[in-house]
């Protein structure tokens, strides 16, 4: 609560950012939907979206419609409200309307090559102080920028699904992005309605770069022949809101291991996915969205769910798929362990590299980007109250049994050593 309270109140360095008047976003699925509408609605900005399709474009508009119909049925705005607020949003699919744009939000595919072409175009049609925000989750901002005329006005700004609801966003900026252009992107992220912390420009950036050990580790479990409801139940005990399983079935598992190999070319082996993954893509398993995944979406009768929500079953089509066996040899605390304890182990790494600015940044973005258990405080006030000796004692443990990627980073050793806290 105070680290968030302190963010709010923080500026960019005394910078004066830019007076925003229009902004647009490129994409109009789920997440340039979220977008445009908390820009809208939040911000109170005019927004224009642009797709590639006017169909695309409909979409995103009709969502910002349903999104303000449910309100207005709680009561929470007028029919008048609702009126004035879908007023002020439009779909294209060129870019008329962009000579007065100050700001474009771009949440189009994951592609370098795309990401760039979005620039070239953006910078023909909007003005020379016209800013780019990405909202990649994996490619570098200084990449983007590369081919830029105007790199000093490209940032990343990095939304979690979906955008009208989590409260983290994650600014990103380059080296030569220029000051005025980050205090802007951070007061457009406040006027949103987001809790922003300022990360530094690497692969992953901050949530996904300690997220994506913790998946990993999970999915080896499950490789070990842990069941994927074990090993989520044994997350949601321990305080997680949905289990590491279950997050990149929601996710889309094609989606949230894309990130995988990026990373792994970036920082090494401890990134590496189990190769038995590979036979779920063949087998067209990418989650909830195709209702095809870890889990069976198969629906109950309605008489054998007794008026509750039936808890998740493995889909046992996944064990001889992944050619593991069913053997359940760890306890839920061991499976705890062994995901945390390599979260933990990348947060304390991403601190020792200033990806991020303190560790009430990284608990923020943990506790909002992640659903980090906020009774613990995050992860670094978390490994505060373990103390750096015991984590480190902890790790060494895991690594004699496991292997070198539970070896504690040096950051921590040294830590360690002079028995020094995060705070």
């Known amino acids: 609560f105070f680290a968030s309270t302190a963010l709010k109140k923080e500026s960019a360095d005394g910078v004066k950012p830019a007076e925003l008047h229009h902004v647009a976003v490129l994409g109009g699925g789920l997440m340039g939907a979220g977008i445009a509408t908390i820009t809208r609605q939040r911000a109170g900005l005019p927004v224009r979206i642009k797709d590639v399709s006017q169909e ?21 705005l007028s029919p008048r409200e609702r009126t004035q607020l879908i007023s002020g949003m439009t779909g294209t699919t060129d870019y008329r309307g962009f000579h007065h744009i100050d700001f474009v939000a771009e949440a189009v595919f994951e592609s370098l090559a795309l990401k760039q072409q979005m620039i070239a175009e953006i910078e023909t049609v909007t003005s020379p102080d016209t800013i780019f925000a990405s909202n990649t989750s994996s490619l570098p901002i200084r990449d983007i920028a590369a081919k830029a005329s105007r790199p000093e006005k490209v940032i990343g700004l990095h939304y979690f699904s979906p955008a009208e609801k989590m409260p983290l966003a994650e600014i990103i900026p380059h080296e030569g992005t220029d000051a005025v252009t980050l ?15 300022v990360v530094g420009d690497k692969a992953g950036f901050y949530v996904n770069r300690i997220l994506a050990p913790y998946i990993t580790e ?49 920082f090494g082996e401890r990134f590496a996915l189990p190769p038995q993954l590979d036979t779920l893509f063949r087998d067209n398993r990418l989650g909830r969205k195709n209702k095809r995944g870890f889990y069976d979406y198969t629906p109950l009768p309605w008489w054998k769910r007794g008026g509750r929500k ?8 996944i064990y001889p798929l992944l050619g593991i066996t069913v053997q359940e040899r760890l306890t839920p605390q061991e499976i705890t362990e062994r995901c945390l304890m390599m979260m933990l182990n990348e947060a304390v790494r991403v601190l020792d ?23 613990l405080g995050g992860p670094f006030y978390y490994m505060d109250s373990m103390s750096a000796v015991v984590m480190t004692e902890k790790l060494t443990a895991l690594a004699a049994r496991y292997g070198d990627r539970f070896t504690p980073c040096e950051a921590l050793q040294q830590r360690a050593a002079d028995n020094r806290r995060f705070y």
């Open 56 to 76: 695309g474009a409909n979409k995103a508009l009709a969502f910002f419609w349903q999104h303000l119909s449910k309100q207005l049925k709680r009561r929470r």
């Open 310 to 317: 039936a808890p998740r079953k493995a889909d046992k089509a």
């Open 218 to 266: 999970a999915l080896r479990c499950l490789t070990e022949g842990e069941p994927p409801e074990k090993i989520d139940n044994a997350l949601t005990d321990f305080g997680f809101p949905v289990g590491p399983v279950a997050l990149l079935e929601e996710v889309g598992i094609d989606v949230g291991t894309k990130i995988m190999p990026v990373l792994e070319a970036a």
């Open 183 to 197: 205090a802007t992107t951070l007061q457009l992220a406040r006027r949103q309605g987001k809790t922003a912390i």
């Open 353 to 375: 590299e200033q990806v991020i600015r303190s560790p009430a940044d990284g608990d923020i973005g943990a506790v909002f980007g992640i659903g980090f258990p906020p009774f």
